[in-house]
């Protein structure tokens, strides 16, 4: 167990649906990343949030957007739903924005989100 | 987009032998990490090496790092089938939030 709790572990929906995917970062973290794998893309960066404020953005489509509570957990809702969309949904996070300001954060990251848009 | 490349793309290897695998990336960085992910699971950190560093062990592992070439490369010494995987590079920046941008993988496959 990482310490990152992801809800749920598996999703089965029709296309033109909408979901949410939760995040609970490892107590004491304050950043949230969220990332995309799928078997065509690889493991893709969507979004990154810290202490409830959006840090950076990636590759995230339009019909996703994301946020941070004031508890420090996350959700990444998905909606519009289309085939492409089926992937692994990871979160990670990370203890501060930037340790010694040399860019070295360690992720620690959930199990995933397995979505699966049929 | 992929920041880093893997190379190889897989690898299959008996027990005891080592693995290598390498991982070479496009732009400047501050730091490189290696992660691991067993079939369908979340990623686990491995490793990091800094841009200013140009080795760092790790138990089994090694990384050795190359600025000028862009590149590294992650050794395993004396695989187990535990070590059957895929390993990923990750290079960071301090720009835009210190997000991490992954490679494309490298599957292990260690034989009994």
């Known amino acids: 167990d990482s310490g990152v709790t992801q809800t749920p572990k598996h999703l089965i929906t029709a296309t033109g649906q909408r979901v949410t995917l939760r995040c609970s970062p490892r107590s004491g973290d304050l950043s949230v990343y969220w990332y995309q794998q799928s078997l065509d893309q690889g493991l893709q960066f969507l979004i990154q949030?810290?202490?409830?404020?959006?840090?950076a953005k990636g590759n995230i489509l339009e019909r996703f957007s994301a946020q941070q509570f004031p508890d420090l957990h996350s959700e990444l809702n998905l909606s519009s739903l289309e085939l492409g969309d089926s992937a692994l949904y990871f979160c990670a996070s990370s203890p501060r924005l930037d340790r010694d300001r040399t860019g070295a954060n360690v992720l620690t990251f959930g199990a995933g989100s397995r979505l699966t848009v049929l | 987009s992929q920041q880093g490349e893997e190379d190889p793309q897989a690898l299959s290897i008996q027990e005891g032998e080592n693995a290598t695998m390498n991982c070479s990336y496009k732009?400047?960085?501050?730091?490189l990490q290696w992660y691991r992910q067993n079939s369908g699971r979340g990623l686990v950190h491995l490793i990091l090496?800094?841009?200013?560093?140009r080795e760092k062990h790790s138990g089994r592992l090694r990384v050795t790092l190359d600025t000028s070439k862009k590149s590294s490369s992650l050794l395993i010494t004396a695989s187990r089938a535990a070590d059957t995987a895929s390993y990923f590079c990750?290079?960071?920046?301090?720009?835009?939030?210190?997000?991490?941008?992954f490679g494309t993988g490298t599957q292990l496959k260690v034989e009994l």
């Open positions: 732009t400047s960085i501050n730091n």
């Open positions: 090496i800094r841009s200013n560093e």
């Open positions: 990750a290079t960071g920046s301090t720009g835009g939030g210190n997000k991490l941008t």
């Open positions: 949030y810290y202490n409830g404020e959006e840090r």
